[in-house]
């Protein structure tokens, strides 16, 4: 049978995508939500996954069961290759193509690494659970590899953490490794001291955390200290191996290095016919349509978005205002009207540290400490999608500040005692 409704075509199921579809759900339109994984990722918590902090699963939840509710949305499993904007259809790997009558574009980004992508199997970035994972194994085998050797050289090299870029993700994930280094696995080993890791924060700006205002960034850096961090900054990247990181300040003896310096759009940006930023990302109207092709709006990440003269940050909320933003315009289009100008409204931005340690700004006020800590937790709990995550999260966070303890250090896959193997 015919379904002559306005066939809504959304492309990524993170925070944008999600928004967009649920801010659909009482409008006369079907929707197509495509995902190349079929679960929605929490990404602001995946450092906690790579830190064994939390499982994968305490979030990640399915994109069917999010919409299962929502009788005018579908979900397919499938990688979008490219977008035909004058066909109006995209297409899939294996050949098919959807056709869309308004299409949304929240692809979101990926790891940069400056033209430098051999850089990318000695330093993972950190943006899927696969990414979490791999992380995970790194950083526990680390510790196993320096029990077993013999080699001081060796052994002082395991216990070496580099996290490249100081801002939030790496901010977080080298705190929650000293936190692993300094209380989790203090008394777990017996031919190695786990206190005497050394975790090396680089930086190339002048500062961490370039998007907070400068006091902040200070008390962020004090913070790291406190923990164990050693926080470098003005210090570029010069090349990465399997032992060794080179730097503008000198080169770093060390086995275990994580990524967090830079990302770029999807490709898919540039093939939605916009101009496109440095970052690739796809240049967008006030009402985050791409220029000719009032058809096709691009949000979150991989969208370079104004509102109220300032470029819209690649956060979760701006994705997810995006979203309902982008079904407020396909609801005018449908009635006829103007489609709304885009108005982000900034609700304040957290970073966490480490235990009881975080900063951040929520309007005119300035946080740091405990009580930055605590609204941080707060906010991503109750931002889980899943009740039943909100409590395992709490509850996990809870059992880990009391008892010092991380409860998902699970080591997958086979491994070779030397870091210098072949690992799968």
């Known amino acids: 049978m015919h379904d002559d409704r306005m066939h809504v075509v959304i492309i990524g199921g993170g925070f944008g995508g999600i928004a967009a579809a649920k801010a659909l759900a009482d409008a006369p339109v079907r929707i197509t939500l495509i995902d190349r994984r079929n679960h929605h990722l929490f990404q602001p918590l995946l450092y906690q996954v790579a830190t064994a902090g939390l499982a994968p699963a305490d979030i990640a939840h399915p994109i069917r069961s999010i919409l299962a509710d929502q009788q005018n949305a579908a979900v397919v499993l499938g990688e979008v290759t490219d977008i035909e904007p004058e066909a109006r259809s995209v297409q899939l790997v294996g050949g098919s193509d959807v056709e869309y009558d308004r299409l949304v574009v929240a692809t979101g980004t990926r790891h940069s690494y400056f033209g430098n992508d051999e850089w990318e199997q000695h330093a993972p970035g950190l943006k899927t659970v696969e990414d979490a994972i791999e992380i995970r194994r790194r950083v526990l085998l ?15 090299e395991q216990l070496t953490f580099v996290v490249v870029g100081g801002g939030p993700t790496g901010v977080e994930t080298a705190g929650a490794i000293a936190e692993i280094a300094f209380r989790t696995l203090s008394k777990e080993f017996r031919s190695i001291d786990p206190s005497s890791a050394k975790v090396i924060l680089l930086e ?5 955390l370039g998007s907070y205002p400068e006091k902040l960034s200070v008390k962020a850096a004090r913070q790291l200290d406190d923990l164990g961090v050693d926080v470098r900054t003005g210090v570029r990247v010069t090349d990465i191996d399997g032992s060794q990181v080179q730097t503008s300040d000198g080169v770093i003896a060390t086995r275990t290095v994580v990524w967090g310096a830079g990302n770029e759009a999807s490709p898919l940006a540039s093939s939605v016919g916009a101009e496109t930023d440095r970052a690739g990302r796809a240049i967008v109207g006030a009402d985050l349509a ?55 409204r900034n609700k304040g931005e957290l970073a966490t540290i480490g235990r009881s340690s975080a900063v951040g700004v929520i309007g005119r006020f300035k946080l740091s400490g405990w009580i930055a800590w605590m609204a941080w937790w707060a906010v991503h709990i109750i931002f889980l999608i899943d009740f039943r995550k909100r409590f395992i999260v709490f509850f996990s966070w809870a059992w880990s500040y009391l008892t010092f303890q991380r409860g998902s250090r699970l080591i997958t896959g086979s491994w070779s005692p030397r870091s210098d193997g072949v690992d799968h």
Do not use: C, W
Request: charged residues 30%.
């Open 204 to 208: 190339a700006a002048s500062h961490i």
């Open 142 to 156: 680390a510790f196993e590899r320096a029990e077993r050797t013999d080699d001081e050289d060796e052994r002082r």
């Open 290 to 344: 791409v220029g000719e092709h009032s058809d096709i709006f691009v949000i979150g990440d991989v969208a370079h978005a104004e509102s109220n003269g300032e470029v819209v940050p690649g956060v979760a909320q701006g994705a997810m205002q995006g979203g309902k933003h982008v079904a407020r315009a396909i609801i005018a289009d449908l009635d006829g009207a103007e489609r709304p100008v885009f108005n982000y």
